[in-house]
């Protein structure tokens, strides 16, 4: 069955450091992955779109990559600040409604 | 700018008691809809998707139903809940067109006691 995993449920980094986020999927081939930001309480944001021929995708300090050989997507987040404190979600596109399917999520802590 | 609404923002409701959140969107037109539940401390779970009015597609079998009598608006409902089925619950919306994200509501927060 298809499955998506967010390695860490949680990640705690101190404020300016770079955060990494892995996202690991199988019994996928999937043509779009996206990442989104949810706060407590609220309804995720969307963030950032890769398209399957597309290695890395960059918006002012978040970065990207997708890899489909090895069937993962790393986000990073650089020069972190404690706004940035937040679960982010991978998500995967499938289907003719465009449905997703999300990852379970990382919780982000960044310590000032 | 497109919008997105959902009530109530909170609900308690005992159990085997029925259910009907609703969610409209304002600003686009004939949009992809979805209803997904998040219980605590986990991802979100695609619950139904409409494509257009009438025209409900379920992802996980359940005592829950969804509707779409209007091209904006999306309804969930349950005849009679269970224990189970708290959690959150999020509308959203995609276009049909060139962009493939979603934008989500501000969700209900569903206790069954």
């Known amino acids: 069955s298809q499955k998506i995993e967010q390695n860490s449920e949680a990640l705690n980094i101190q404020e300016g450091k770079t955060a990494t986020l892995t996202c690991n999927y199988t019994?996928?081939?999937?043509?779009?992955l996206q990442w989104y930001r949810q706060d407590p309480g609220r309804g995720p944001v969307f963030l950032l779109l890769?398209?399957?021929?597309?290695k890395e995708k960059r918006k002012e300090r978040l970065k990207v990559t997708f890899d489909t050989t090895l069937k993962q997507s790393l986000f990073h987040i650089t020069a972190s600040q404690p706004a940035d404190s937040a679960t982010y979600l991978c998500?995967?596109?499938?289907?003719?409604?465009?449905?997703?399917?999300f990852g379970s999520g990382t919780q982000l802590t960044v310590l000032p | 700018s497109q919008t997105i609404h959902q009530w109530p923002a909170t609900l308690v409701q005992p159990v085997g008691s029925p259910l009907s959140l609703e969610c409209t969107v304002e600003g686009t037109s004939n949009p992809n809809l979805y209803w997904y539940r998040q219980a605590a401390g986990r991802g979100l779970q695609l619950l139904f998707y409409s494509v257009g009015i009438g025209q409900i597609s379920s992802e996980v079998p359940q005592n829950l139903s969804a509707s779409r009598p209007q091209d904006r608006q999306f309804i969930l409902s349950s005849k009679k809940l269970l224990l189970s089925d708290s959690g959150f619950y999020l509308c959203a919306w995609s276009d049909q067109g060139l962009s493939y994200e979603q934008y989500f509501g501000p969700g209900t927060r569903l206790t069954v006691t």
């Open positions: 890769i398209r399957e021929n597309e």
């Open positions: 998500a995967l596109l499938s289907g003719s409604a465009r449905q997703l399917t």
């Open positions: 019994n996928y081939s999937p043509a779009y």
